[in-house]
């Protein structure tokens, strides 16, 4: 049975401060929770409602699973339509020293602030083979309920870090591409066979501190008139023609 107490907690991790005390966030949807379930993830329990627990009974069977009714799960839900299932995970620990700097490519972002955007680059990492993102410390939060929906279970298989990203780009052993306005063509770069990408603010790009420590400032050619992209979809960009060719 849910506890009061225990649903007021729940409840709270839609807030950043509250996932932080509790080292908690949610998942919530079919997809994301069995993604999360194959993960390394500790998870601390899977809330489903009795008419949806049929489904993934087997799947569950290695789970601390509560059955709750359809009110409760309605009130713990970011969503206007509940699920049915979420999964109340704990955080999991991550540092730069899981960053060897060997990797052939890694994401860099520096101040992203929008949860979707940051979810979907999570996203277009996995599907790119992109094992580790780099954040500056004012990145959005990666437990955001709207970041861990956006990367639809991809969270789970690519590694977010918040550091200080002078000191990492400054010891790195890579060449660098800072994405900016104006810079080289990407169309100009051949047989790119490992870097780092580095992808700014939505409306303040990458910080001038950090553009002076970057190796070459690229850009992705316009053709039509709108001002700038999507920071998610240039980075989709990005990555097809440097790791796709």
Not at 24 to 46: A, H, P, R, T, W
Not at 180 to 199: C, H, R, T
Not at 228 to 236: F, V
């Amino acid at each position: 049975m849910l506890s009061n107490n225990r649903k007021k907690e729940l409840i709270s991790l839609k807030q950043k401060k509250y996932r932080q005390r509790y080292g908690q966030f949610l998942v919530e949807g079919e997809k994301s929770v069995m993604e999360l379930c194959k993960s390394d993830y500790n998870i601390d329990v899977i809330l489903v409602t009795s008419a949806l627990f049929p489904k993934f009974k087997n799947e569950l069977i290695a789970f601390n699973v509560l059955i709750i009714n359809e009110k409760d799960m309605q009130s713990i839900s970011n969503l206007e339509t509940s699920p049915g299932i979420i999964a109340v995970s704990n955080f999991k620990e991550t540092d730069t020293q899981q960053w060897t700097g060997k990797q052939k490519f890694t994401l860099m972002l520096d101040g992203i602030s929008d949860p979707g955007n940051l979810g979907t680059i999570i996203r277009i990492a996995d599907w790119y083979g992109i094992e580790t993102i780099l954040c500056s410390p004012d990145c959005v939060d990666l437990y955001n309920p709207k970041t861990i929906a956006s990367s639809m279970g991809s969270f789970t298989r690519v590694n977010v870090i918040y550091t200080e990203l002078e000191k990492l780009l400054n010891e790195k052993k890579v060449n660098s591409f800072a994405c900016v306005m104006q810079g080289k063509s990407i169309q100009d770069f051949k047989n790119i066979k490992e870097g780092i990408i580095i992808i700014g603010n939505e409306a303040r790009g990458i910080s001038p501190a950090l553009i002076k420590m970057t190796d070459n400032q690229v850009t992705i050619p316009r053709v039509g008139k709108a001002e700038s992209l999507n920071a998610a979809i240039a980075t989709a960009l990005v990555c097809h023609k440097f790791i796709l060719g």
